[in-house]
């Protein structure tokens, strides 16, 4: 009988970092089990659609992992995935904002979100299991230290490979962009009828050669490849 292994993922969205723990799981024999939490309830039905096995809540996943804490089932899950919405941490939107440039409304100086760390530290203080978070490059100095790999941030409570396998996209700024981020990602973005931008979906998903390496780290499969790696691990 295989093991169940249950993760929750957290700002599901259409699910990037997801699309091949299947493959994972098949190797690593053990049953997955994944909720999903997306707020956009387009999204959301998108996700079920992409992973019809999976169980998609619409909700607020600040708030849900909250919840299933004092509910007492976190405790039930295995690994949790957390992404929080990263714009008010870019480097891009600081510059845009720091020069006055388009500041309309949309591009305003703002506040970091801080539940990026909150949920950091929520995890790392009341979750017993392996947690992921994912971030972009922030701005200014990160207020708790984290993995850098590729363009991305990741506070976890295990070592990552210092090669995640991450492949690059090559954008251009222009119409050929979705193009480009359709075929990377192996998803037709046309899909989504909702009010986020196609090109901001499309450009916040992880990319899901890193998504399947993390997913293999925390259940502890190493590659014949990555053994001869002499510095495969963080300490």
């Given at each position: 009988?295989?093991?169940e292994f249950k993760v929750l993922n957290l700002y599901a969205c259409l699910g990037g970092n997801?699309?091949?723990?299947?493959?994972?799981?098949?190797?690593?024999?053990?049953?997955?089990?994944?909720?999903?939490?997306?707020?956009?309830?387009?999204?959301?039905?998108?996700?079920?659609?992409?992973?019809?096995?999976?169980?998609?809540?619409?909700?607020?996943?600040?708030?849900?992992?909250?919840?299933?804490?004092?509910?007492?089932?976190?405790?039930?899950?295995?690994?949790?995935?957390?992404?929080?919405?990263?714009?008010?941490?870019?480097?891009?939107?600081?510059?845009?904002?720091?020069?006055?440039?388009?500041?309309?409304?949309?591009?305003?100086?703002?506040?970091?979100?801080?539940?990026?760390?909150?949920?950091?530290?929520?995890?790392?203080?009341?979750?017993?299991?392996?947690?992921?978070?994912?971030?972009?490059?922030?701005?200014?100095?990160?207020?708790?230290?984290?993995?850098?790999?590729?363009?991305?941030?990741?506070?976890?409570?295990?070592?990552?490979?210092?090669?995640?396998?991450?492949?690059?996209?090559?954008?251009?700024?222009?119409?050929?962009?979705?193009?480009?981020?359709?075929?990377?990602?192996?998803?037709?973005?046309?899909?989504?009828?909702?009010?986020?931008?196609?090109?901001?979906?499309?450009?916040?998903?992880?990319?899901?050669?890193?998504?399947?390496?993390?997913?293999?780290?925390?259940?502890?499969?190493?590659?014949?490849?990555?053994?001869?790696?002499?510095?495969?691990?963080?300490?």
């Amino acid at each position: 009988m295989m093991k169940e292994f249950k993760v929750l993922n957290l700002y599901a969205c259409l699910g990037g970092n997801r699309y091949k723990w299947d493959e994972v799981a098949e190797e690593a024999n053990i049953n997955l089990k994944v909720t999903a939490v997306e707020l956009d309830p387009e999204l959301a039905k998108l996700y079920q659609e992409r992973f019809p096995n999976d169980t998609v809540i619409v909700a607020d996943a600040h708030q849900y992992l909250l919840d299933l804490k004092n509910s007492g089932e976190l405790d039930s899950y295995s690994f949790v995935w957390s992404s929080p919405p990263c714009p008010t941490h870019s480097r891009i939107r600081y510059v845009n904002a720091k020069s006055g440039m388009y500041n309309r409304g949309k591009l305003d100086a703002v506040y970091p979100s801080m539940l990026l760390y909150e949920e950091i530290i929520f995890l790392d203080n009341y979750f017993d299991g392996k947690y992921v978070v994912e971030n972009v490059i922030p701005f200014y100095e990160p207020l708790i230290p984290a993995k850098k790999r590729g363009r991305h941030l990741y506070w976890t409570n295990f070592n990552l490979p210092n090669n995640l396998r991450e492949r690059k996209v090559l954008i251009r700024g222009n119409e050929n962009d979705m193009d480009a981020l359709t075929k990377f990602h192996d998803y037709d973005f046309k899909k989504y009828k909702g009010n986020q931008r196609r090109d901001k979906i499309s450009r916040n998903l992880v990319d899901y050669e890193a998504g399947r390496t993390i997913l293999e780290t925390a259940l502890g499969i190493i590659r014949k490849k990555d053994v001869t790696q002499t510095e495969l691990f963080d300490v």
